[in-house]
């Protein structure tokens, strides 16, 4: 995709089109090295991730509220590594957009959905993971499969809305509003008013409610543990009840660790992109983001037995033998 002027020096994505963008120059090295990089990276997400949600819709005795979300938020992760990051790799390497203007502002919807969506699931599992610890008699009745189904459902149809208009009023209804930028760039530019109310309604205020019910969820954790500690050493019979409370204590504990990865992946590159003008320095956070995509399945691998029995199945191809869906994957 390299073009040279007659001077050999410069290149440029669309070498007919006077406007077009200045290509940065690359070794062939350094392209082989960045499209090897992303490509395992990206083959590495859509791997893990499509083992989760097929452990999850395949085998029954995984259909409960919290793991819908798991597999929403499996769901997003794949796509992260299936269309953003290959798009993504071809911009940044290439430094060019080829695939046109329409299909630009399809991309530009697609990543704002999926991390819109990605940060929506962490608020339905600190929900549920509130309800489930905080008041473990109303969950039955108040959190069900059915009702968590409709809520993911709800939270991706709405933020596909949000980011549809906020690229449309940004600049890709009118091409007229991007006369200051070449041809080959995809970006959107937004105005410091867009980029507050944005960062405010779908990053920090779910942090807060994350925060919130996480702060709440690990003091009920410490009471309940200081009271089964107590119960065993005067030699108390532990009722069935504090064993689920245990259960879902440490079921909090685990999601607990995914959403606190997420922070930390996103708030650097947030804070960059609002105070730092570095291009690099944005772009390495960036891959950063996109990589915590594959965090998740080996968070899964480490604390739920249940993965790690289900993928084992999944890649010996016994999910294929009749009534697997029905194994007792926690024995």
Known sequence: MAYETEDQETQYCFPNINSSCVKEKRSI???IIMYLFSSLLSVWIVFLNLLVIISISHFKKLHTP???????????????????????????????WYFGESFCGINLILIGLIFSASFSNLVLIAVDRYVAVCHPLLYPRKITTAKMLMSILLSWLYYSGYNTGL?????????????????GECTIIMSFGWILTDMFMFFIFPCLIMITFYVRIFYVVH???KVMNSLMKGGKCVTE?????????KAALT?????????????????CTLSVNSVTAINVLGWIVYANSGV???VYALFYPWFKKTAKIILTL????PASSLINIFK
Not at 66 to 73: A, K, R, V
Not at 255 to 271: A, F
Request: net charge neutral; charged share 15%.
């Open 296 to 298: 998740n399945p080996l």
């Open 29 to 31: 090295r350094e392209y």
């Open 241 to 249: 009840g504090s064993v689920k409370r245990k259960s879902e204590s």
């Open 318 to 321: 016994k999910i294929f033998e």
């Open 167 to 183: 690229v449309i009023n940004n600049g890709y209804a009118d091409t007229s509003y991007r006369t200051d930028m070449c041809y």
């Open 66 to 96: 919290t793991n819908m979300i798991i597999l929403s938020l499996a769901v997003a992760d794949l796509l992260i590594g299936l269309i953003v990051m290959p798009l993504q790799a071809i911009k940044q390497i290439e430094t060019c």
């Open 223 to 225: 009471q309940q543990v």
């Open 255 to 271: 999601l607990g660790i995914i959403v606190t990865v997420y922070l930390l992946c996103y708030i650097p590159y947030y804070i």
